[in-house]
């Protein structure tokens, strides 16, 4: 069937250039749902009838850059320099069809030999359809486009199959939940709950990458939503389905899933764009965001009079986070940033019981670093209270902290806060040489400038030479350790 796309030339020319030398190419996968969708695809995906070795120089004349780490996998890419200054990337893989055995975590690549069968072999059906180039033929056998107007995810063959197949696939269901705002087929969702324990056989490193782009996808509430109700939070992220089980301790959510579930939503509302100091989307602002109260499970109590407390969650949760983000190999710093967004998330509530004093106000900016943008905004999208006085009171607050901060930035330099005498001068004034001592003056001087603001240089060593001659400046439980 030909059908009229508004189709990138960069396909058209590639197709004529296969065509020249008696290759199949087609479109495939994302770039033609787009199409159908109306959305625009940066990179485009093609597969073919030629084996990599025939297509590679094909490929190195089409592009202006190429590369081949998928070759293994039957697939070779190549970047084409556009004259409006854009890039646009294309990947072209031989037909094939990718299996697991039951105890692998890598797939099996057999090469096919026709487009249905490539196609056949597809997660879902609304990535199952092909546009032969440069001809424009559509290619349809499973009633994608149909699955796309119902806004369906439908397996090409029995879910079982597909599932069997690659068990990624239960993920990117889910993950398409997130992006596409499509439901999964009944038939298709059992067999995810039913199969859902077959995901641990793939890589953490596969598994993170579809939950990052759930995350960071335009609804991923949705996603969640579904990654719990199909059993695969279970597996990959147990902390968040355990959430379920308990009730926060105001009452008045359903559970604390839900709360989560809120703050994830006005978390997303309060990144800004992309000249702000938090560009949408943030995946640590959102990995927080879902992680902030996973350590209430553990920390629930049972208090006279019907209260319950979750002591130390924030520190017990940032454990809890921590150990999750390094199981599904989350780069070091996105780690330690969400670990310590999770421990820092209660750090403000302190100023709603007094307003903090300059040097408190400076200590938060300092101790918050990197993080102060997003720990402000997670602590805002935490305030899900329903009542309204409350709310307005801590808005006010944290109204109120943002504005102090402003003001002591515009008297001072807090990115560059260091103690009004550097480790040289202290040695220079106590007569020390370097060694853990001029680190506990150092430290102290830290402190001392936190709490009053710059000094001149006569003050600071005043402030010095009090601290020394005030006694043993290293407390006994300390001397033990030296």
Same mark, same amino acid.
């Given at each position: 069937?030909?059908?009229?796309?508004?189709?990138?030339?960069?396909?058209?020319?590639?197709?004529?250039?296969?065509?020249?030398?008696?290759?199949?190419?087609?479109?495939?996968?994302?770039?033609?749902?787009?199409?159908?969708?109306?959305?625009?695809?940066?990179?485009?995906?093609?597969?073919?009838?030629?084996?990599?070795?025939?297509?590679?120089?094909?490929?190195?004349?089409?592009?202006?850059?190429?590369?081949?780490?998928?070759?293994?996998?039957?697939?070779?890419?190549?970047? +084409?320099?556009?004259?409006?200054?854009?890039?646009?990337?294309?990947?072209?893989?031989?037909?094939?069809?990718?299996?697991?055995?039951?105890?692998?975590?890598?797939?099996?690549?057999?090469?096919?030999?026709?487009?249905?069968?490539?196609?056949?072999?597809?997660?879902?059906?609304?990535?199952?359809?092909?546009?032969?180039?440069?001809?424009?033929?559509?290619?349809?056998?499973?009633?994608?486009?149909?699955?796309? $107007? +119902?806004?369906?995810?439908?397996?090409?063959?029995?879910?079982?199959?597909?599932?069997?197949?690659?068990?990624?696939?239960?993920?990117?269901?889910?993950?398409?939940?997130?992006?596409?705002?499509?439901?999964? $087929?009944?038939?298709?969702?059992?067999?995810?709950?039913?199969?859902?324990?077959?995901?641990?056989?793939?890589?953490?490193?596969?598994?993170?990458?579809?939950?990052?782009?759930?995350?960071?996808?335009?609804?991923?509430?949705?996603?969640?939503?579904?990654?719990?109700?199909?059993?695969?939070? *279970?597996?990959?992220?147990?902390?968040?389905?355990?959430?379920?089980?308990?009730?926060?301790?105001? @009452?008045?959510?359903?559970?604390?899933?839900?709360?989560?579930?809120?703050?994830?939503?006005?978390?997303?509302?309060?990144?800004?764009?992309?000249?702000?100091?938090?560009?949408?989307?943030?995946?640590?602002?959102?990995?927080?965001?879902?992680?902030?109260?996973?350590?209430?499970?553990?920390?629930?109590?049972?208090?006279?009079?019907?209260?319950?407390?979750?002591?130390?969650?924030?520190?017990?949760?940032?454990?809890?986070?921590?150990?999750?983000?390094?199981?599904?190999?989350?780069?070091?710093?996105?780690?330690?940033?969400?670990?310590?967004?999770?421990?820092?998330?209660?750090?403000?509530?302190?100023?709603?019981?007094?307003?903090?004093?300059?040097?408190?106000?400076?200590?938060?900016?300092?101790?918050?670093?990197?993080?102060?943008?997003?720990?402000?905004?997670?602590?805002?999208?935490?305030?899900?209270?329903?009542? +309204? @006085?409350?709310?307005?009171?801590?808005?006010?607050?944290?109204? *109120?902290?943002?504005?102090?901060?402003?003001?002591?930035?515009?008297?001072?330099?807090?990115?560059?806060?260091?103690?009004?005498?550097?480790?040289?001068?202290?040695?220079?004034?106590?007569?020390?040489?370097?060694?853990?001592?001029?680190?506990?003056?150092?430290?102290?001087?830290?402190?001392?400038?936190?709490?009053?603001?710059?000094?001149?240089?006569?003050?600071?060593?005043?402030?010095?030479?009090?601290?020394?001659?005030?006694?043993?400046?290293?407390?006994?439980?300390?001397?033990?350790?030296?």
């Amino acid at each position: 069937m030909a059908v009229d796309f508004e189709v990138s030339p960069v396909a058209i020319e590639l197709g004529r250039m296969f065509a020249q030398h008696g290759y199949e190419l087609s479109l495939v996968g994302g770039p033609v749902r787009d199409l159908l969708l109306h959305r625009r695809s940066h990179d485009l995906d093609f597969c073919t009838s030629a084996r990599p070795e025939e297509f590679e120089p094909i490929l190195r004349r089409f592009g202006d850059g190429f590369w081949d780490m998928g070759r293994k996998f039957g697939t070779l890419g190549a970047v +084409k320099h556009l004259p409006d200054g854009r890039d646009v990337s294309v990947e072209v893989t031989t037909y094939r069809s990718d299996t697991y055995n039951p105890d692998s975590r890598k797939p099996e690549v057999n090469y096919g030999d026709s487009l249905e069968g490539d196609l056949s072999r597809r997660d879902f059906t609304v990535n199952a359809m092909a546009l032969r180039v440069p001809d424009l033929e559509f290619v349809d056998p499973f009633g994608g486009a149909g699955d796309i $107007a +119902k806004k369906v995810l439908r397996t090409p063959v029995s879910p079982q199959q597909s599932f069997d197949d690659d068990p990624l696939r239960m993920m990117r269901a889910v993950r398409f939940v997130a992006q596409l705002g499509f439901h999964i $087929a009944p038939d298709t969702a059992e067999a995810i709950e039913q199969m859902a324990g077959r995901i641990s056989i793939v890589s953490a490193e596969r598994v993170r990458d579809e939950l990052t782009k759930l995350l960071l996808s335009a609804n991923p509430r949705e996603g969640l939503e579904a990654l719990v109700d199909s059993g695969l939070a *279970d597996i990959v992220l147990p902390e968040l389905p355990a959430l379920q089980l308990q009730i926060d301790e105001n @009452h008045r959510h359903k559970d604390i899933f839900e709360h989560t579930m809120m703050v994830l939503d006005r978390a997303i509302a309060l990144e800004t764009d992309a000249e702000g100091p938090v560009p949408a989307p943030d995946l640590e602002l959102r990995l927080a965001a879902i992680m902030h109260d996973v350590g209430k499970p553990r920390t629930r109590r049972f208090e006279n009079g019907g209260k319950v407390s979750f002591y130390q969650h924030d520190l017990v949760g940032a454990r809890m986070t921590r150990k999750r983000l390094k199981a599904l190999k989350f780069d070091h710093h996105i780690v330690e940033d969400v670990s310590d967004l999770v421990a820092m998330h209660l750090r403000f509530h302190g100023y709603l019981d007094e307003r903090w004093t300059d040097a408190a106000v400076r200590r938060y900016v300092k101790d918050t670093g990197h993080l102060y943008e997003r720990l402000n905004r997670l602590t805002r999208a935490d305030a899900t209270t329903a009542n +309204k @006085h409350k709310e307005h009171m801590f808005s006010a607050a944290m109204d *109120d902290l943002e504005q102090r901060v402003c003001e002591l930035k515009q008297k001072e330099d807090f990115d560059a806060i260091r103690p009004d005498l550097n480790g040289g001068q202290i040695m220079q004034i106590l007569g020390l040489q370097p060694g853990p001592m001029v680190g506990r003056a150092y430290k102290h001087m830290l402190n001392y400038r936190l709490d009053n603001g710059p000094v001149d240089e006569q003050t600071a060593t005043e402030e010095l030479q009090r601290w020394w001659n005030g006694g043993d400046p290293l407390p006994d439980a300390e001397r033990d350790d030296e």
